[in-house]
């Protein structure tokens, strides 16, 4: 069975091998900017079913591809990734001492099978002085992040709390994940298992 993830995310990449699949990864070209004027839950799994359509349309029909799509949002106002430094230092300042979501969007398709979900998890930074995070800016790992910050890295000296799926806040839920691919026939725990005992 051939499983292809449409992201180059480095996370992402991780996340899905940590699940035990064999997959290949391509980068799908589209658009993010011209999905526009929907909530959060819903711009992400627009998103990543754009993403995941794009992929699929050049794949066979029994290829499963997964697309994802993550967002950080304060006070319901949707932060992307830091335009430069300046940008980055100012969502960290607003992040600071407060509790924010990050939602992201999962697309699994095969054929005319698509499905699309997203999952919440709500992430609480400590107070940070403007000495602290101008020296985490500087480590240069805001800049690729939405909400300029990577938990899994320097950032989780930043965050006090979590409630929810940690892996959603890297970028891809893998226990919803995990859930839906079961409908696909994939199911991650018995492949698992399967290797385990070769």
Known sequence: MKIVLASQSPRRRELLGKMGLEF?????EIDEEAITGLPAVELVKALSREKCLHIAKDEETETIVIGSDTVVVLDGVILGKP???A???RMITALSGRSHEVCTG????????VVSQAEVTQVTFRSLTEEEIRQYVATGEPMDKAGSYGIQGYGG???SGI???YSNVVGLPVCR????LLDFGVDCMALAAGKESH
């Open 177 to 180: 994940l995990g859930r839906m």
């Open 157 to 159: 000296l930043l965050v």
């Open 24 to 28: 290949t990864t391509k980068s799908p």
């Open 106 to 113: 999962v697309t699994v398709c095969r054929g005319d099978q």
């Open 87 to 89: 940008d980055a230092i």
């Open 83 to 85: 335009t430069d430094e």
């Open 163 to 165: 409630q929810g799926d």
